[in-house]
């Protein structure tokens, strides 16, 4: 079936360490995003990529990093630049059509805690 | 920034009843989009309004977009206890490439 997966699902931290989440599509979409969530609150956007090899920063970028080398994959790490990291971080993917954006589908989430 | 802002916050209703969640926004936009996310999940695509509609259905979802006063409304027509969830709307500005999200309504459906 096609879709966003996103792993791990539950993901513990120490302070100090880089963690990477994983988010990989068959959609064959070529737009990815990255959100982070926090408890009661909508999506913030950190980083989005419209083409292979390409991306750029959303409205919270700031102790985060992407690749995106092949078009099914967008992951994201989470460096320990990161002040506050304890979140549920979702994936998605989209098409784009006439500069308009489409429906975004979404990975079931990741949700990282750190101890 | 939140581009949309979801109103009210919470809603509970009896099943059976209407539910309306309303959202606003700032910008010129290409299209409005509301989505559904169950507790813990991924969020889940409810419908699309493109700038140039004023009224859309699918189902038991009625949207609406008014572009003067910039805002949208989803109307859920005899509620169920399976809609309980939280619904986000989501802007497609122009010339934006994103999709930014509001912080949501949570609709608690009463059996």
């Known amino acids: 079936d096609g879709g966003i997966t996103q792993s791990p699902k539950y993901l513990f931290r120490k302070e100090g360490q880089n963690v990477t989440l994983s988010c990989e599509q068959n959609?064959?979409?070529?737009?990815m995003y990255w959100y982070r969530q926090d408890p009661g609150q909508g999506l913030r956007l950190i980083y989005y990529s419209q083409i292979v090899n390409d991306f750029q920063k959303g409205d919270i970028a700031e102790g985060y990093s992407v690749s995106r080398e092949k078009k099914e994959s967008f992951p994201l790490t989470v460096t320990s630049a990161q002040k506050n990291p304890t979140a549920f971080y979702l994936c998605?993917?989209?098409?784009?059509?006439?500069?308009?954006?489409?429906?975004?589908?979404f990975g079931e989430g990741s949700r990282l805690t750190v101890l | 920034s939140q581009q949309g802002e979801e109103d009210p916050q919470a809603l509970s209703i009896q099943e059976g009843e209407n539910a309306t969640m309303n959202c606003s926004y700032k910008?010129?936009?290409?299209?409005l989009q509301w989505y559904r996310q169950n507790s813990g999940r991924g969020l889940v695509h409810l419908i699309l309004?493109?700038?140039?509609?004023r009224e859309k259905h699918s189902g038991r979802l009625r949207v609406t977009l008014d572009t003067s006063k910039k805002s949208s409304s989803l109307l859920i027509t005899a509620s169920r206890a399976a809609d309980t969830a939280s619904y986000f709307c989501a802007t497609d500005a122009r010339s934006s490439y994103k999709l930014i999200f509001g912080s949501g309504t949570r609709l608690l459906v009463r059996p």
């Open positions: 959609l064959n979409h070529d737009a």
């Open positions: 309004i493109r700038s140039n509609e």
């Open positions: 998605a993917s989209s098409t784009r059509t006439g500069g308009n954006t489409g429906e975004l589908f």
């Open positions: 910008t010129s936009i290409n299209n």
